[in-house]
């Protein structure tokens, strides 16, 4: 069963992150996100913040899809503990 998507190419990246600060983590480590904590976070969408990164619609897309299955999969995590 396919979950709703918490996270689109549209949320500000500070949104994103108030939300789901352990992303943050990722988002520097996995995308080069070393602007996570700069004021523009709080105004830029996570597709401006990628397409500022060098990143492409398609891997926007991935990427996306990569951060809604990390939170589906700590979701899981909670349910088995």
Same mark, same amino acid.
């Given at each position: ?27 520097? $480590? ?13 105004? @830029?969408? =996570? /597709? ?10 398609? $891997? ?13 999969? @700590?979701? =899981? /995590?909670?349910?088995?503990?």
């Amino acid at each position: 069963m396919k979950t709703k998507q918490k996270i689109d190419k549209s949320m500000l990246i500070g949104e994103l992150l108030e939300k789901y600060p352990k992303l943050a983590r990722v988002l520097v $480590e996995d995308y080069n996100f070393h602007c996570v904590g700069c004021m523009a976070a709080g105004e @830029e969408t =996570l /597709e401006q913040g990628a397409q500022v990164h060098g990143y492409r619609t398609k $891997e926007i897309t991935k990427m996306v899809m990569t951060l809604n299955q990390l939170l589906d999969d @700590e979701a =899981l /995590e909670k349910k088995k503990k």
